[in-house]
């Protein structure tokens, strides 16, 4: 099993800049396929970056630029670095993962993918 417990959200105006921190239990980063998604009050849950075993990474349209998937396996831990924040940014962000490289990255990332997840942290970008 692997636990996998969010944090770093907040409030911050238009074109801020936030750090997520995704700090994985049970089994080591560097053995996971990991992502970052997120999900607006009233919208599907949207993929918006991943990273595999072997370090590629994916990025949807809408972050592509402005957001960084990294992780620092020493600390079990997946970042996501936002820049440029915007209001349609406000969501709920949650880190995923799946034990071993991914089939297919996929892009945007495809929460079927995944199997374990945290417990969301919540962003909000004001204008």
């Known amino acids: 099993q692997v636990q996998l417990v969010e944090s770093g959200g907040g409030a911050v105006q238009s074109g801020g800049s936030l750090r997520l921190s995704c700090v994985a239990s049970g089994l080591g980063t560097s053995a996971l396929t990991m992502g970052w998604f997120r999900q607006a009050p009233g919208k599907k849950r949207e993929g918006l970056t991943a990273s595999d075993t072997d370090g590629s990474t994916s990025y949807a349209n809408s972050v592509k630029g402005r957001f960084t998937i990294s992780q620092d396996n020493a600390k079990n831990t997946l970042y996501l670095q936002m820049n440029r924040l915007k209001p349609e940014d406000t969501a709920m962000y949650y880190c995923?993962?799946?034990?071993?490289?991914?089939?297919?990255?996929?892009?945007?990332?495809?929460?079927?993918?995944?199997?374990?997840w945290g417990q969301g942290t919540q962003v909000t970008v004001s204008s």
């Open positions: 995923a993962a799946k034990i071993g490289p991914a089939t297919r990255m996929r892009i945007p990332p495809d929460e079927a993918d995944f199997d374990y």
